[in-house]
């Protein structure tokens, strides 16, 4: 099966691994060509345009930054839905707007091609070992037509509903983690006053109640002090907003969204937009 790969970024580029040492032919896109030498090393195509990937492909994923970002390779002029075959799957992994998600599922329609939402959570040690969780939107069959591929990186892979119900689930497990991280930050900062050992008090407290993946997974970086981004604080921002503008039209009041949002945005006005999601910590020590 050809395939393609649009976006390779810090999951991007994990993913794409996954595929090749499957001995799947890649043709991949990315805006910066430089990182995506070590792919393009490994097996991968490098092509110049979304159009490409759509004309070579069966397969089409991609991974990218914002719901502009989306929209310019679905709906452009040199787009995958003006130039992908027809009985493609295009599979979206970004977070994105659910609404958008709908059109491109219309859109794809009404040239007979397939498109699946099925944004991911794990972050970069998700992508790596590929045991992200996959939410997926879209037509039944076009899922079970693609799960073998999905599986490749993906252990946790639930089939949620029509288009946009994979990005409307993926609103629900950000705002999960946007009031979660305030808790683990909060947690650290006060285990340093009560004068105790953070890695101590995290053995203890990450396999009990309290536990969860960003108390796993992110407070030992802030301990350590490494704030490289498995997810980019301006990701997390996009993602809170966009949760936070489904909720408003829907009249629905998310205090703690409201709260995350409103710190991780004085951390970007801060500079700290392309640091990764633990680098709240510096919120609070300030």
């Known amino acids: 099966m050809k395939l393609g790969f649009i976006g ?4 991007g580029s994990s993913l794409v691994k996954h595929l090749l040492n499957n001995h799947h032919e890649v043709a991949i896109y990315t805006r910066t060509a430089k990182k995506a030498e070590k792919l393009v090393e490994a097996g991968a195509v490098l092509v110049e345009s ?11 994923f991609t991974m990218v930054g914002y719901p502009k970002d989306v929209e310019d390779i679905y709906f452009g002029q040199n787009g995958l839905l003006e130039h992908a ?7 979206d ?22 498109t699946l939402d099925a944004p991911v959570s794990g972050g970069d040690t998700g992508a790596q070992k590929g045991t992200l969780s996959i939410m997926v939107g879209g037509e039944q069959p076009t899922f079970m037509s693609v799960l073998p591929l999905l599986e490749l990186f993906g ?8 288009a946009g119900a994979g990005q409307h689930t993926k609103m629900c497990n950000q705002i999960n983690i946007a009031s979660n991280m305030i808790g683990v930050c909060e947690s650290l900062i006060y285990a340093k006053k009560a004068g105790l050992d953070p890695e101590t008090v995290l053995r203890s407290i990450s396999t009990g109640a309290a536990g969860s993946w960003s108390l796993s997974n992110l ?9 490289q981004p498995g997810f980019y604080i301006k990701h997390f921002i996009k993602d809170m907003k966009i949760a936070a503008e489904e909720a408003h039209a829907w009249g629905l009041d998310l205090p703690g969204l409201q709260l995350s949002l ?23 020590e300030k």
């Open 262 to 284: 409103q710190m991780y945005e004085s951390l970007a006005d801060e500079g700290y937009n392309d640091n990764g999601t633990q680098a709240l910590i510096h919120y609070f």
């Open 85 to 91: 075959k027809e009985n493609a799957v295009l599979i």
């Open 50 to 60: 979304p159009m490409q990937v759509a004309k070579q492909a069966d397969v089409i």
């Open 8 to 11: 390779t970024g810090v999951m």
């Open 219 to 227: 407070a030992p970086r802030m301990i350590k002090g490494d704030f």
């Open 93 to 114: 992994l970004t977070t994105s707007k659910p609404n958008l998600a709908q059109r491109i599922f219309q859109a794809g329609a009404e040239k007979g091609i397939h």
């Open 155 to 162: 252990e946790n892979i639930i089939y949620q509903g029509p």
